[in-house]
């Protein structure tokens, strides 16, 4: 099984699939696009590969059966809350920064970290060439960075992206097609739509990639839109837009229609956030509905400047729901 995307999506995916490892053989496709926080501090100063997606990755697949494994995937994940140059700054990133000055490449960083973790499954850059992303606006405005696409300013909050690239034009990792020409199943998503799940579609060959496997695709929708992304959008049209950048849909589309905690939706509507309507039909393929609302509290770290989500998918939930679907496609 193949798993694309980035960030916390990503992971929550990985963790709940993560149970059935002697099942599945797990590889996670991750973007390359990341410039925001310790990920893009670290990149602007080394100018190495972005880590914090592959980070989060090889943390969720991260052995995690005793105690001393568990304190391993913690300090990964651990974040600096204080200290001069520290503070903001996620252990795991600085790690993987350190491996890949010793080791000579990203990759060999990765493999070297997934060792210490444990780590069951692999973790696969989109490419390995440095890339940014770029967003172009309705009325013609365009953002540079993943970063700034991330958190627009607000004049464009409402704005919808009407075209996104990659600059340089990069082509596929090699390893990230063989992945997804050989997969089972291929999971997209959930995550932030444009600067997780289609900054991965937009690198050179991927869209051709996942039009040529023979491989069902499935779509795990968004739980909540984005401001400056998906403002007003619903899963009909997140599902647009993945069409007008792979020429394809989704076989299979997995949407939340269960209820989401008042206090957390009052605190989304603030920022002019909502639920993700699903407002499917019969032309979108196959639509498997459910409750897949995670029912613990998200704690953001000391020390993390970036807007986090509040309200993400159960991992358990959304694993049960994906092997049902692998076992009978």
């Not at 990341?34 to 943390?59: I, K, N, Q």
């Not at 490419?127 to 970063?147: D, F, N, P, W």
């Not at 959008?233 to 076989?251: S, T």
């Not at 953001?300 to 009978?328: C, E, F, M, Q, Y």
Request: with cysteine.
């Amino acid at each position: 099984m193949v798993v694309i995307g980035g960030g916390t999506g990503t992971h929550t995916v990985l963790r709940g699939l993560k149970r059935y490892e002697k099942q599945l053989d797990l590889t996670a496709i991750v973007t390359m696009a990341d410039s925001g926080g310790s990920t893009g501090r670290l990149r602007d100063e080394f100018g190495f590969l972005p880590v914090g997606d592959v980070r989060m990755a090889l943390a969720a697949l991260a052995k995690d059966i005793d105690s001393h494994q568990e304190l391993l995937r913690e300090l990964f994940l651990y974040r600096f809350s204080k200290g001069e140059g520290l503070s903001g700054h996620n252990f795991g990133n600085l790690l993987l920064v350190a491996l890949t000055d010793i080791l000579g490449s990203e990759e060999a960083a990765i493999r070297a970290a997934g060792k210490v973790l444990g780590v069951q499954g692999g973790v696969v850059p989109v490419t390995t060439e440095k890339v940014h992303l770029i967003a172009g606006y309705e009325k013609g405005a365009v953002l540079r960075s993943e970063h700034e696409i991330d958190e627009p300013p607000e004049a464009l909050s409402k704005q919808r992206i009407v075209d996104l690239t990659v600059s340089p034009d990069v082509r596929i990792n090699p390893k990230a097609e063989e992945a997804i020409l050989n997969a089972d199943m291929v999971v997209v998503g959930p995550g932030d739509l444009y600067t997780s799940v289609l900054a991965n579609c937009v690198v050179s060959g991927m869209a051709d990639a996942l039009r040529r496997t023979r491989a069902p695709m499935v779509y795990v929708s968004n739980l909540m839109t984005k401001v400056g992304q998906t403002h007003d959008m619903g899963v009909k049209e997140h599902l647009a837009e993945m069409r007008r950048y792979l020429k394809r849909r989704p076989d299979i589309v997995v949407v939340n229609t269960s209820s989401f905690p008042e206090d957390l939706l009052e605190r989304y509507a603030a920022d002019g956030e909502f639920p993700v309507v699903n407002n499917t039909d019969k032309t979108d393929g196959e639509i498997i509905t459910g409750d897949y609302v995670a029912s613990e509290e998200v704690v953001t770290a000391s020390g993390d400047v970036l807007k986090r989500s509040l309200i993400r998918h159960d991992s358990a939930k959304l694993a049960d729901t994906l092997l049902d679907i692998l076992t009978r496609v």
